[in-house]
Protein backbone atom coordinates (compact mmCIF):
# COMPACT_ATOMS: atom_id res chain seq x y z
CA UNK A 1 0.00 0.00 0.00
CA UNK A 2 2.77 2.57 0.84
CA UNK A 3 4.46 1.52 -2.17
CA UNK A 4 1.45 2.11 -4.56
CA UNK A 5 0.72 5.53 -2.86
CA UNK A 6 4.16 6.34 -2.90
CA UNK A 7 5.09 5.15 -6.50
CA UNK A 8 2.06 7.96 -7.19
CA UNK A 9 3.40 10.67 -5.55
CA UNK A 10 6.97 9.97 -6.69
CA UNK A 11 5.60 10.00 -10.32
CA UNK A 12 4.38 13.40 -9.98
CA UNK A 13 7.51 14.85 -8.47
CA UNK A 14 10.23 12.40 -9.47
CA UNK A 15 9.57 11.05 -12.92
CA UNK A 16 12.60 10.12 -13.87
CA UNK A 17 13.71 8.57 -10.55
CA UNK A 18 10.71 6.83 -9.93
CA UNK A 19 10.95 4.97 -13.61
CA UNK A 20 14.73 4.05 -12.04
CA UNK A 21 12.95 2.71 -8.53
CA UNK A 22 10.97 0.77 -10.46
CA UNK A 23 13.74 -0.69 -11.69
CA UNK A 24 14.79 -1.82 -8.28
CA UNK A 25 11.65 -1.98 -6.82
CA UNK A 26 8.85 -4.24 -6.38
CA UNK A 27 7.43 -5.81 -8.86
CA UNK A 28 3.69 -5.59 -7.96
CA UNK A 29 3.05 -1.35 -8.14
CA UNK A 30 3.82 -1.39 -12.22
CA UNK A 31 4.84 -4.02 -15.06
CA UNK A 32 8.95 -3.85 -13.84
CA UNK A 33 10.56 -3.93 -17.44
CA UNK A 34 8.63 0.06 -17.59
CA UNK A 35 10.47 1.62 -15.20
CA UNK A 36 14.22 0.53 -16.10
CA UNK A 37 16.31 3.08 -17.20
CA UNK A 38 17.02 3.36 -20.94
CA UNK A 39 20.83 2.56 -21.63
CA UNK A 40 21.99 2.08 -25.65
CA UNK A 41 22.71 -1.86 -26.33
CA UNK A 42 26.74 -2.56 -27.79
CA UNK A 43 26.59 -2.78 -30.88
CA UNK A 44 26.46 -6.22 -32.46
CA UNK A 45 29.84 -7.39 -33.79
CA UNK A 46 29.46 -6.81 -37.43
CA UNK A 47 28.13 -3.50 -37.02
CA UNK A 48 30.35 -0.09 -37.04
CA UNK A 49 30.81 0.91 -33.10
CA UNK A 50 31.55 4.62 -34.94
CA UNK A 51 28.71 4.93 -37.40
CA UNK A 52 27.54 8.25 -37.64
CA UNK A 53 24.38 7.79 -39.73
CA UNK A 54 21.79 7.21 -37.43
CA UNK A 55 21.26 10.30 -35.49
CA UNK A 56 17.21 11.03 -36.43
CA UNK A 57 15.97 14.10 -37.07
CA UNK A 58 16.39 17.65 -35.81
CA UNK A 59 13.55 18.78 -34.10
CA UNK A 60 14.45 22.79 -34.02
CA UNK A 61 13.23 22.87 -30.49
CA UNK A 62 14.50 25.83 -28.44
CA UNK A 63 16.14 25.65 -25.02
CA UNK A 64 16.30 28.36 -22.48
CA UNK A 65 17.97 28.30 -18.81
CA UNK A 66 15.72 30.04 -16.36
CA UNK A 67 16.80 29.66 -12.68
CA UNK A 68 19.80 27.37 -13.02
CA UNK A 69 17.81 24.83 -15.13
CA UNK A 70 16.84 24.28 -18.96
CA UNK A 71 13.12 24.66 -20.41
CA UNK A 72 12.32 23.45 -23.62
CA UNK A 73 10.29 25.40 -25.96
CA UNK A 74 8.39 24.28 -29.09
CA UNK A 75 9.31 27.45 -31.27
CA UNK A 76 9.89 30.95 -30.81
CA UNK A 77 6.36 32.12 -30.67
CA UNK A 78 6.33 29.61 -27.08
CA UNK A 79 9.41 30.84 -25.97
CA UNK A 80 7.84 34.52 -25.40
CA UNK A 81 5.43 33.06 -24.04
CA UNK A 82 6.94 31.30 -22.02
CA UNK A 83 5.01 27.88 -22.22
CA UNK A 84 8.01 25.24 -22.36
CA UNK A 85 7.29 21.55 -24.03
CA UNK A 86 5.52 19.57 -21.94
CA UNK A 87 8.00 17.72 -20.16
CA UNK A 88 8.56 17.61 -15.55
CA UNK A 89 10.40 20.03 -14.72
CA UNK A 90 11.91 20.06 -11.03
CA UNK A 91 11.04 22.81 -8.48
CA UNK A 92 12.96 24.17 -5.84
CA UNK A 93 11.17 24.83 -3.41
CA UNK A 94 9.61 21.48 -2.87
CA UNK A 95 13.34 20.02 -2.91
CA UNK A 96 14.56 22.43 -0.27
CA UNK A 97 11.46 21.55 1.73
CA UNK A 98 11.67 17.78 1.35
CA UNK A 99 15.77 18.13 2.27
CA UNK A 100 14.64 19.77 5.59
CA UNK A 101 11.94 17.42 6.69
CA UNK A 102 14.80 14.42 5.85
CA UNK A 103 17.20 16.98 8.40
CA UNK A 104 14.68 16.94 10.87
CA UNK A 105 14.22 13.37 10.32
CA UNK A 106 17.79 12.08 11.42
CA UNK A 107 18.16 14.32 14.15
CA UNK A 108 14.97 13.36 15.91
CA UNK A 109 15.38 11.23 18.72
CA UNK A 110 12.94 7.98 18.57
CA UNK A 111 13.68 7.87 15.34
CA UNK A 112 17.51 7.67 15.68
CA UNK A 113 16.40 4.66 17.99
CA UNK A 114 14.17 3.10 16.16
CA UNK A 115 16.60 2.56 12.69
CA UNK A 116 19.60 1.73 15.29
CA UNK A 117 17.76 -0.99 16.70
CA UNK A 118 16.49 -2.02 13.19
CA UNK A 119 19.67 -1.83 12.12
CA UNK A 120 21.37 -4.26 14.59
CA UNK A 121 18.34 -6.71 14.25
CA UNK A 122 18.99 -6.98 10.98
CA UNK A 123 23.01 -7.67 11.62
CA UNK A 124 21.84 -10.51 13.87
CA UNK A 125 19.70 -11.61 11.61
CA UNK A 126 22.21 -12.39 9.27
CA UNK A 127 24.44 -13.93 12.05
CA UNK A 128 22.04 -16.63 12.62
CA UNK A 129 20.73 -16.79 8.54
CA UNK A 130 24.72 -17.64 7.96
CA UNK A 131 24.97 -19.54 11.00
CA UNK A 132 22.32 -21.81 10.09
CA UNK A 133 22.39 -22.09 6.01
CA UNK A 134 26.33 -21.60 5.56
CA UNK A 135 26.56 -24.72 4.47
CA UNK A 136 23.41 -25.42 2.22
CA UNK A 137 24.66 -22.29 0.67
CA UNK A 138 28.09 -23.55 -0.20
CA UNK A 139 25.85 -27.09 -1.33
CA UNK A 140 23.66 -25.26 -3.47
CA UNK A 141 26.76 -23.58 -5.43
CA UNK A 142 28.95 -26.63 -5.37
CA UNK A 143 25.83 -28.39 -7.85
CA UNK A 144 26.06 -25.56 -9.84
CA UNK A 145 27.60 -26.54 -12.95
CA UNK A 146 29.81 -24.05 -15.10
CA UNK A 147 29.90 -21.24 -12.63
CA UNK A 148 32.00 -20.27 -10.05
CA UNK A 149 33.34 -16.84 -8.85
CA UNK A 150 35.73 -16.27 -11.27
CA UNK A 151 33.57 -16.26 -14.65
CA UNK A 152 30.24 -14.40 -13.10
CA UNK A 153 30.40 -11.23 -14.45
CA UNK A 154 31.35 -8.26 -12.29
CA UNK A 155 31.60 -4.76 -13.12
CA UNK A 156 33.79 -1.95 -12.06
CA UNK A 157 31.26 0.80 -10.70
CA UNK A 158 33.32 3.55 -9.91
CA UNK A 159 36.78 4.14 -11.60
CA UNK A 160 38.43 7.22 -12.52
CA UNK A 161 39.69 7.09 -16.24
CA UNK A 162 42.99 8.88 -15.56
CA UNK A 163 44.20 6.41 -13.32
CA UNK A 164 42.40 2.86 -14.81
CA UNK A 165 45.99 1.82 -15.28
CA UNK A 166 48.28 0.66 -12.65
CA UNK A 167 51.31 2.49 -11.91
CA UNK A 168 53.31 -0.41 -13.65
CA UNK A 169 51.49 -0.09 -16.85
CA UNK A 170 51.83 4.19 -17.13
CA UNK A 171 55.62 3.79 -16.20
CA UNK A 172 56.31 1.14 -19.27
CA UNK A 173 54.30 3.44 -21.18
CA UNK A 174 56.10 6.52 -20.91
CA UNK A 175 59.61 4.70 -21.44
CA UNK A 176 57.95 3.16 -24.65
CA UNK A 177 56.89 5.83 -26.03
CA UNK A 178 60.39 7.58 -25.15
CA UNK A 179 62.22 4.62 -26.76
CA UNK A 180 59.49 4.40 -30.28
CA UNK A 181 59.57 8.39 -30.52
CA UNK A 182 62.15 10.48 -28.70
CA UNK A 183 62.02 12.79 -31.36
CA UNK A 184 58.26 13.60 -31.74
CA UNK A 185 56.36 16.61 -31.50
CA UNK A 186 54.43 16.12 -27.92
CA UNK A 187 54.09 19.73 -27.08
CA UNK A 188 53.75 23.48 -27.71
CA UNK A 189 55.13 26.12 -25.75
CA UNK A 190 55.42 30.05 -26.94
CA UNK A 191 55.30 29.33 -29.86
CA UNK A 192 58.00 26.56 -29.49
CA UNK A 193 57.10 23.24 -30.59
CA UNK A 194 58.74 20.75 -28.53
CA UNK A 195 59.89 17.08 -28.59
CA UNK A 196 59.58 14.05 -26.52
CA UNK A 197 63.20 14.31 -25.49
CA UNK A 198 63.06 18.40 -24.88
CA UNK A 199 60.28 17.51 -22.35
CA UNK A 200 62.23 14.79 -20.54
CA UNK A 201 65.34 16.94 -20.83
CA UNK A 202 63.69 19.67 -19.27
CA UNK A 203 62.67 17.95 -16.50
CA UNK A 204 65.73 16.84 -15.88
CA UNK A 205 65.21 13.07 -16.30
CA UNK A 206 66.07 10.13 -18.58
CA UNK A 207 62.93 7.88 -18.57
CA UNK A 208 65.82 4.59 -18.73
CA UNK A 209 65.96 5.50 -14.65
CA UNK A 210 62.52 5.68 -14.24
CA UNK A 211 60.86 3.40 -11.43
CA UNK A 212 57.42 3.24 -10.31
CA UNK A 213 59.03 4.94 -6.96
CA UNK A 214 60.30 8.06 -8.73
CA UNK A 215 56.85 7.93 -10.47
CA UNK A 216 55.79 8.99 -7.22
CA UNK A 217 51.83 8.44 -8.43
CA UNK A 218 50.87 5.50 -5.45
CA UNK A 219 48.93 6.81 -2.26
CA UNK A 220 50.65 5.88 0.74
CA UNK A 221 50.79 7.36 4.57
CA UNK A 222 51.40 10.71 3.84
CA UNK A 223 47.96 10.99 2.27
CA UNK A 224 45.31 9.79 4.68
CA UNK A 225 43.14 12.79 5.37
CA UNK A 226 44.80 15.11 2.67
CA UNK A 227 42.93 14.76 -0.34
CA UNK A 228 45.23 17.96 -2.06
CA UNK A 229 48.34 15.42 -1.46
CA UNK A 230 46.65 13.03 -3.11
CA UNK A 231 45.36 14.78 -6.11
CA UNK A 232 48.90 16.04 -6.74
CA UNK A 233 49.37 12.04 -7.44
CA UNK A 234 47.47 12.23 -9.92
CA UNK A 235 50.81 14.05 -11.65
CA UNK A 236 53.86 11.93 -12.45
CA UNK A 237 57.12 12.63 -11.00
CA UNK A 238 55.10 15.65 -9.58
CA UNK A 239 55.52 17.41 -12.53
CA UNK A 240 51.85 18.28 -14.44
CA UNK A 241 53.73 18.58 -18.04
CA UNK A 242 53.78 14.64 -17.78
CA UNK A 243 50.11 14.36 -16.83
CA UNK A 244 49.14 16.95 -19.52
CA UNK A 245 50.78 15.25 -21.91
CA UNK A 246 49.39 11.28 -20.97
CA UNK A 247 46.53 11.57 -18.74
CA UNK A 248 44.42 14.32 -20.97
CA UNK A 249 42.10 13.93 -23.66
CA UNK A 250 43.48 17.69 -24.75
CA UNK A 251 46.63 18.62 -25.53
CA UNK A 252 48.76 19.08 -28.60
CA UNK A 253 48.50 14.89 -29.63
CA UNK A 254 44.86 15.33 -29.32
CA UNK A 255 45.12 13.06 -26.23
CA UNK A 256 46.37 10.39 -28.15
CA UNK A 257 48.66 8.58 -25.68
CA UNK A 258 45.37 8.47 -23.02
CA UNK A 259 43.81 7.09 -25.15
CA UNK A 260 46.42 4.68 -26.10
CA UNK A 261 47.07 3.38 -22.27
CA UNK A 262 43.19 3.31 -21.89
CA UNK A 263 42.62 0.82 -25.09
CA UNK A 264 44.98 -0.86 -23.26
CA UNK A 265 43.51 -1.52 -20.30
CA UNK A 266 40.62 -2.37 -22.06
CA UNK A 267 42.00 -5.15 -24.03
CA UNK A 268 42.77 -6.52 -20.83
CA UNK A 269 39.74 -6.49 -19.23
CA UNK A 270 38.26 -7.99 -23.20
CA UNK A 271 40.72 -10.60 -22.32
CA UNK A 272 39.55 -11.28 -19.14
CA UNK A 273 36.23 -11.19 -20.27
CA UNK A 274 33.96 -11.19 -17.35
CA UNK A 275 35.15 -8.15 -15.95
CA UNK A 276 33.47 -4.64 -16.90
CA UNK A 277 34.28 -0.98 -15.90
CA UNK A 278 33.05 2.44 -15.59
CA UNK A 279 35.37 5.36 -16.03
CA UNK A 280 34.66 8.47 -15.55
CA UNK A 281 35.81 11.11 -18.00
CA UNK A 282 35.44 14.66 -17.36
CA UNK A 283 34.04 17.55 -18.55
CA UNK A 284 34.99 20.59 -16.64
CA UNK A 285 32.60 23.54 -17.97
CA UNK A 286 34.44 25.66 -18.51
CA UNK A 287 34.27 26.18 -22.31
CA UNK A 288 30.65 24.37 -24.17
CA UNK A 289 33.37 22.85 -26.43
CA UNK A 290 34.71 20.56 -24.17
CA UNK A 291 31.70 18.55 -25.08
CA UNK A 292 32.46 18.00 -29.18
CA UNK A 293 35.85 17.98 -27.84
CA UNK A 294 35.75 14.98 -25.89
CA UNK A 295 33.43 13.12 -28.66
CA UNK A 296 36.25 13.95 -31.54
CA UNK A 297 38.90 11.94 -29.31
CA UNK A 298 36.42 9.37 -28.39
CA UNK A 299 36.02 8.85 -32.16
CA UNK A 300 39.22 9.52 -33.65
CA UNK A 301 41.26 7.28 -31.31
CA UNK A 302 38.46 4.63 -31.59
CA UNK A 303 38.28 4.22 -28.04
CA UNK A 304 34.85 2.29 -27.54
CA UNK A 305 35.12 -1.05 -25.99
CA UNK A 306 31.99 -4.05 -25.34
CA UNK A 307 33.72 -4.08 -21.87
CA UNK A 308 33.37 -0.24 -20.66
CA UNK A 309 30.65 2.29 -20.32
CA UNK A 310 31.56 5.68 -19.96
CA UNK A 311 30.38 8.15 -17.15
CA UNK A 312 31.29 11.76 -17.28
CA UNK A 313 32.53 13.61 -14.21
CA UNK A 314 31.62 16.96 -13.12
CA UNK A 315 34.73 18.12 -10.90
CA UNK A 316 33.38 20.95 -8.12
CA UNK A 317 35.63 23.53 -8.68
CA UNK A 318 33.61 26.56 -9.66
CA UNK A 319 35.37 28.72 -7.05
CA UNK A 320 38.75 28.31 -9.63
CA UNK A 321 37.47 28.68 -12.41
CA UNK A 322 35.99 32.28 -11.27
CA UNK A 323 38.92 33.07 -9.67
CA UNK A 324 40.62 32.99 -12.75
CA UNK A 325 38.09 34.52 -14.74
CA UNK A 326 37.24 31.65 -16.62
CA UNK A 327 33.42 32.04 -15.67
CA UNK A 328 31.06 34.91 -14.89
CA UNK A 329 29.17 33.23 -12.68
CA UNK A 330 27.84 29.38 -11.45
CA UNK A 331 25.00 29.60 -14.66
CA UNK A 332 27.79 29.42 -17.26
CA UNK A 333 29.38 26.66 -16.22
CA UNK A 334 26.00 24.53 -15.85
CA UNK A 335 25.18 25.81 -19.33
CA UNK A 336 28.55 25.07 -20.64
CA UNK A 337 27.92 21.38 -19.33
CA UNK A 338 24.56 20.89 -20.22
CA UNK A 339 23.69 23.30 -23.16
CA UNK A 340 25.62 21.23 -25.94
CA UNK A 341 23.55 18.21 -24.44
CA UNK A 342 20.44 20.04 -25.36
CA UNK A 343 21.46 20.76 -28.41
CA UNK A 344 22.66 17.25 -29.65
CA UNK A 345 19.26 15.58 -27.94
CA UNK A 346 17.38 18.38 -30.22
CA UNK A 347 19.33 18.89 -33.08
CA UNK A 348 21.28 15.25 -33.68
CA UNK A 349 21.91 15.64 -37.48
CA UNK A 350 24.01 18.76 -36.54
CA UNK A 351 25.87 16.81 -33.74
CA UNK A 352 26.38 13.50 -35.09
CA UNK A 353 29.47 13.07 -33.29
CA UNK A 354 28.59 14.10 -29.36
CA UNK A 355 24.95 12.16 -30.40
CA UNK A 356 27.22 9.06 -31.40
CA UNK A 357 29.49 9.50 -28.23
CA UNK A 358 26.27 10.07 -25.82
CA UNK A 359 25.28 6.37 -26.44
CA UNK A 360 28.38 5.36 -24.74
CA UNK A 361 27.77 7.87 -21.70
CA UNK A 362 25.39 5.92 -19.17
CA UNK A 363 25.64 8.73 -16.42
CA UNK A 364 26.96 11.51 -14.17
CA UNK A 365 29.05 11.84 -11.49
CA UNK A 366 29.76 14.76 -9.10
CA UNK A 367 33.52 14.53 -7.98
CA UNK A 368 36.01 16.45 -5.51
CA UNK A 369 37.15 16.65 -2.23
CA UNK A 370 33.75 16.62 0.23
CA UNK A 371 35.49 17.47 3.33
CA UNK A 372 35.97 21.05 2.12
CA UNK A 373 33.67 23.28 3.77
CA UNK A 374 30.91 25.75 2.72
CA UNK A 375 29.93 28.29 4.65
CA UNK A 376 26.78 28.70 2.36
CA UNK A 377 23.32 27.00 3.84
CA UNK A 378 21.52 25.90 0.41
CA UNK A 379 17.99 27.00 0.51
CA UNK A 380 15.15 28.42 -2.06
CA UNK A 381 16.24 32.05 -1.30
CA UNK A 382 19.81 30.86 -2.23
CA UNK A 383 21.01 33.01 -5.46
CA UNK A 384 19.91 30.91 -8.05
CA UNK A 385 23.15 29.96 -10.63
CA UNK A 386 22.71 32.74 -12.98
CA UNK A 387 23.36 35.10 -10.34
CA UNK A 388 25.61 33.19 -8.59
CA UNK A 389 28.91 35.23 -9.72
CA UNK A 390 30.78 35.58 -6.20
CA UNK A 391 34.01 33.28 -5.88
CA UNK A 392 32.66 31.34 -3.14
CA UNK A 393 31.95 27.64 -4.68
CA UNK A 394 28.21 27.04 -3.92
CA UNK A 395 27.63 23.94 -1.43
CA UNK A 396 27.41 20.50 -2.36
CA UNK A 397 23.81 20.43 -2.22
CA UNK A 398 23.20 23.10 -4.49
CA UNK A 399 25.72 21.28 -6.96
CA UNK A 400 23.53 18.24 -6.76
CA UNK A 401 20.08 19.88 -6.93
CA UNK A 402 21.24 21.50 -9.99
CA UNK A 403 22.41 18.26 -11.84
CA UNK A 404 20.34 16.26 -11.02
CA UNK A 405 17.22 19.38 -12.27
CA UNK A 406 18.87 19.91 -15.34
CA UNK A 407 19.98 15.55 -15.81
CA UNK A 408 16.11 14.97 -15.58
CA UNK A 409 15.20 17.57 -17.96
CA UNK A 410 17.45 16.04 -20.34
CA UNK A 411 16.05 12.80 -19.52
CA UNK A 412 12.69 13.06 -20.36
CA UNK A 413 13.62 14.65 -23.54
CA UNK A 414 15.25 11.98 -24.69
CA UNK A 415 13.34 9.64 -23.63
CA UNK A 416 10.79 11.13 -25.86
CA UNK A 417 12.88 10.93 -28.39
CA UNK A 418 13.65 7.69 -27.84
CA UNK A 419 17.22 7.99 -26.90
CA UNK A 420 18.75 6.68 -23.98
CA UNK A 421 18.80 8.29 -20.69
CA UNK A 422 21.54 8.65 -18.68
CA UNK A 423 21.95 8.42 -14.24
CA UNK A 424 23.04 10.42 -11.72
CA UNK A 425 26.03 8.69 -9.64
CA UNK A 426 27.46 11.28 -7.45
CA UNK A 427 30.74 10.84 -4.95
CA UNK A 428 28.94 11.16 -1.62
CA UNK A 429 29.66 9.99 2.02
CA UNK A 430 33.45 9.78 1.41
CA UNK A 431 33.83 12.51 3.80
CA UNK A 432 32.57 15.87 4.90
CA UNK A 433 29.04 16.64 5.82
CA UNK A 434 26.52 14.02 6.77
CA UNK A 435 23.87 15.99 4.98
CA UNK A 436 25.43 15.24 1.53
CA UNK A 437 23.68 12.03 2.37
CA UNK A 438 20.55 13.82 2.47
CA UNK A 439 21.14 15.32 -0.96
CA UNK A 440 21.87 11.96 -2.67
CA UNK A 441 19.21 10.50 -1.51
CA UNK A 442 16.78 12.95 -2.92
CA UNK A 443 18.69 13.44 -6.34
CA UNK A 444 20.64 10.42 -6.95
CA UNK A 445 20.25 6.71 -8.36
CA UNK A 446 23.49 5.69 -6.77
CA UNK A 447 26.63 6.43 -5.25
CA UNK A 448 29.84 6.14 -4.67
CA UNK A 449 31.46 5.45 -1.17
CA UNK A 450 28.68 6.10 1.38
CA UNK A 451 31.30 5.58 4.40
CA UNK A 452 29.69 8.26 6.50
CA UNK A 453 26.48 6.41 6.63
CA UNK A 454 28.17 4.47 9.22
CA UNK A 455 27.78 7.24 11.24
CA UNK A 456 23.95 7.94 11.12
CA UNK A 457 21.16 5.36 11.56
CA UNK A 458 18.18 6.85 10.15
CA UNK A 459 19.87 7.77 6.67
CA UNK A 460 21.29 4.17 7.10
CA UNK A 461 17.93 2.32 7.39
CA UNK A 462 16.59 4.62 4.78
CA UNK A 463 19.32 3.33 2.52
CA UNK A 464 18.64 0.05 2.63
CA UNK A 465 14.86 0.33 2.66
CA UNK A 466 15.24 2.13 -0.61
CA UNK A 467 17.80 -0.09 -1.37
CA UNK A 468 20.04 2.58 -2.87
CA UNK A 469 23.40 1.38 -4.42
CA UNK A 470 26.50 1.96 -3.01
CA UNK A 471 29.88 1.28 -4.45
CA UNK A 472 32.41 1.13 -2.01
CA UNK A 473 36.24 1.10 -2.51
CA UNK A 474 37.86 -0.19 0.69
CA UNK A 475 41.32 0.21 -0.53
CA UNK A 476 41.40 3.71 -1.76
CA UNK A 477 39.12 4.96 1.96
CA UNK A 478 42.42 2.95 3.51
CA UNK A 479 44.93 5.38 1.96
CA UNK A 480 42.57 8.59 2.36
CA UNK A 481 39.67 8.30 4.79
CA UNK A 482 39.27 5.23 6.54
CA UNK A 483 41.51 2.10 7.54
CA UNK A 484 40.84 -0.64 6.02
CA UNK A 485 39.94 -2.86 9.40
CA UNK A 486 37.11 -0.23 9.72
CA UNK A 487 35.85 -0.01 6.74
CA UNK A 488 31.87 -0.53 7.20
CA UNK A 489 31.60 -2.67 4.00
CA UNK A 490 31.07 -6.35 5.41
CA UNK A 491 28.49 -4.45 8.06
CA UNK A 492 26.48 -3.08 5.04
CA UNK A 493 26.56 -6.01 3.43
CA UNK A 494 25.23 -7.90 5.92
CA UNK A 495 22.76 -5.86 6.84
CA UNK A 496 21.74 -6.26 3.34
CA UNK A 497 22.26 -2.87 1.70
CA UNK A 498 23.24 -2.79 -2.00
CA UNK A 499 27.16 -2.65 -2.04
CA UNK A 500 29.55 -3.31 -4.70
CA UNK A 501 33.29 -3.02 -5.12
CA UNK A 502 34.98 -0.75 -6.85
CA UNK A 503 38.92 0.25 -7.37
CA UNK A 504 38.85 4.17 -7.61
CA UNK A 505 42.09 4.97 -8.64
CA UNK A 506 44.22 2.10 -9.87
CA UNK A 507 46.95 3.55 -10.86
CA UNK A 508 46.97 5.28 -7.05
CA UNK A 509 45.98 2.05 -4.86
CA UNK A 510 46.92 -0.69 -6.76
CA UNK A 511 49.48 -3.61 -7.31
CA UNK A 512 48.59 -5.97 -9.80
CA UNK A 513 46.89 -6.06 -13.57
CA UNK A 514 43.50 -6.90 -12.33
CA UNK A 515 42.84 -4.58 -9.85
CA UNK A 516 38.89 -5.30 -9.42
CA UNK A 517 40.55 -8.77 -8.65
CA UNK A 518 42.71 -7.28 -5.97
CA UNK A 519 39.57 -5.41 -4.17
CA UNK A 520 37.80 -8.93 -3.96
CA UNK A 521 40.92 -10.81 -3.36
CA UNK A 522 41.27 -8.54 -0.18
CA UNK A 523 38.32 -8.20 1.15
CA UNK A 524 37.69 -11.74 0.76
CA UNK A 525 41.07 -12.16 2.97
CA UNK A 526 40.65 -9.55 5.13
CA UNK A 527 36.68 -10.19 6.54
CA UNK A 528 36.78 -14.17 5.67
CA UNK A 529 33.88 -13.35 3.26
CA UNK A 530 32.18 -16.63 1.38
CA UNK A 531 32.05 -17.20 -2.48
CA UNK A 532 28.32 -16.96 -1.85
CA UNK A 533 28.85 -13.58 -0.46
CA UNK A 534 31.21 -12.59 -3.36
CA UNK A 535 29.25 -13.46 -6.10
CA UNK A 536 26.70 -11.56 -4.32
CA UNK A 537 28.24 -8.17 -4.85
CA UNK A 538 29.12 -9.22 -8.24
CA UNK A 539 25.87 -9.28 -8.96
CA UNK A 540 24.93 -6.10 -7.38
CA UNK A 541 27.66 -4.40 -9.41
CA UNK A 542 26.25 -5.47 -12.63
CA UNK A 543 22.93 -4.16 -11.63
CA UNK A 544 23.90 -1.12 -10.21
CA UNK A 545 25.79 -0.39 -13.79
CA UNK A 546 25.08 1.40 -16.90
CA UNK A 547 25.14 -1.85 -18.52
CA UNK A 548 22.05 -2.40 -21.22
CA UNK A 549 18.82 -4.32 -20.55
CA UNK A 550 20.31 -6.87 -22.90
CA UNK A 551 23.65 -7.36 -21.22
CA UNK A 552 21.84 -7.44 -17.89
CA UNK A 553 19.72 -10.36 -19.27
CA UNK A 554 22.43 -12.07 -20.50
CA UNK A 555 24.75 -11.29 -17.56
CA UNK A 556 22.23 -12.20 -14.52
CA UNK A 557 18.99 -14.42 -15.97
CA UNK A 558 16.14 -13.13 -18.28
CA UNK A 559 14.55 -11.42 -15.19
CA UNK A 560 16.74 -10.07 -13.48
CA UNK A 561 14.99 -6.76 -12.81
CA UNK A 562 12.65 -8.70 -10.65
CA UNK A 563 13.20 -8.41 -6.67
CA UNK A 564 13.80 -11.88 -5.04
CA UNK A 565 14.77 -15.25 -5.39
CA UNK A 566 12.58 -14.76 -8.94
CA UNK A 567 14.84 -12.39 -10.57
CA UNK A 568 18.22 -14.79 -10.05
CA UNK A 569 19.56 -17.08 -12.14
CA UNK A 570 21.70 -19.53 -10.38
CA UNK A 571 23.39 -20.56 -13.47
CA UNK A 572 24.64 -17.05 -14.42
CA UNK A 573 25.25 -15.41 -11.31
CA UNK A 574 26.10 -18.18 -8.90
CA UNK A 575 24.30 -16.59 -5.60
CA UNK A 576 22.64 -19.38 -3.36
CA UNK A 577 18.97 -19.23 -3.79
CA UNK A 578 18.82 -19.64 -0.20
CA UNK A 579 20.81 -16.03 0.12
CA UNK A 580 18.29 -14.65 -2.34
CA UNK A 581 14.84 -15.38 -0.54
CA UNK A 582 16.69 -14.38 2.99
CA UNK A 583 17.01 -10.89 1.83
CA UNK A 584 14.02 -10.51 0.07
CA UNK A 585 12.18 -11.99 3.14
CA UNK A 586 13.82 -9.88 5.51
CA UNK A 587 13.03 -6.71 3.24
CA UNK A 588 9.40 -7.45 2.98
CA UNK A 589 9.65 -8.19 6.75
CA UNK A 590 11.16 -4.56 7.36
CA UNK A 591 8.65 -3.01 5.08
CA UNK A 592 5.58 -5.01 6.14
CA UNK A 593 6.41 -3.80 10.05
CA UNK A 594 6.56 -0.20 8.99
CA UNK A 595 3.31 0.13 6.74
CA UNK A 596 1.48 -2.09 10.41
CA UNK A 597 2.83 0.56 12.79
CA UNK A 598 1.81 3.51 10.22
CA UNK A 599 -1.66 2.00 10.96
CA UNK A 600 -1.40 1.94 14.49
CA UNK A 601 -2.19 5.56 15.43
CA UNK A 602 -0.31 4.82 18.63
CA UNK A 603 3.16 5.01 17.86
CA UNK A 604 3.03 9.16 16.19
CA UNK A 605 6.49 9.55 15.90
CA UNK A 606 6.29 6.35 13.21
CA UNK A 607 3.99 7.66 11.73
CA UNK A 608 5.55 11.16 10.71
CA UNK A 609 8.38 9.15 9.79
CA UNK A 610 6.00 7.26 6.97
CA UNK A 611 4.12 10.27 6.17
CA UNK A 612 7.38 12.41 5.08
CA UNK A 613 8.68 8.56 3.56
CA UNK A 614 5.91 9.36 1.28
CA UNK A 615 7.00 12.37 0.07
CA UNK A 616 10.63 12.67 0.29
CA UNK A 617 12.38 9.79 -1.42
CA UNK A 618 12.57 9.22 -4.95
CA UNK A 619 13.90 5.75 -4.55
CA UNK A 620 11.92 3.89 -1.91
ZN1 LIG B 1 36.47 8.31 -6.95
Given at each position: ?I????????????????????????A??A????G???F???????E???????????????????????????????L?????????Y??????T????????????????????????????????????????E??????????????????????????????????????????????????????????????????????YD???????V?A????F?????FN?K?????????????????????????A?M????????????????E???????????????L???F????????????????????????????????????????????????????????H???????GFD??????????H??????????????????P?SY???????????????????????????????????????????????????????????????????????????????????????????R?????G???????????????????????Y????????L???????????????????????????????????P????????N??????????????????????A????E???????????L??????
Amino acid sequence: MIREKYARLAYHRFPRTTAQYLGHGRADTAPPEEGLPDFHPPPQPQEDPYCLDDAPPNLGYLVHMQGGIFFVYDNKKMLQRQEPHSLPYPDLETYTVDMSHILALITDGPTKTYCHRRLNFLESKFSLHEMLNEMSEFKELKSNPHRDFYNVRKVDTHIHAAACMNQKHLLRFIKHTYQTEPDRTVAEKWGRKITLRQVFDSLHMDPYDLTVDSLDVHAGRQTFHRFDKFNSKYNPVGASELRDLYLKTENYLGGEYFARMVKEVARELEESKYQYSEPRLSIYGRSPKEWPNLARWFIQHKVYSPNMRWIIQVPRIYDIFRSKKLLPSFGKMLENIFLPLFEATINPQDHRELHLFLKYVTGFDSVDDESKHSDHMFSDKSPSPEIWTSEQNPPYSYYLYYMYANIMVLNNLRRERGLSTFLFRPHCGEAGSITHLVSAFLTADNISHGLLLKKSPVLQYLYYLAQIPIAMSPLSNNSLFLEYSKNPLREFLHKGLHVSLSTDDPMQFHYTKEALMEEYAIAAQVWKLSTCDLCEIARNSVLQSGLSHQEKQKFLGQNYYKEGPEGNDIRKTNVAQIRMAFRYETLCNELSFLSDAMKSEEITALIHWNQRQLYTGPHF
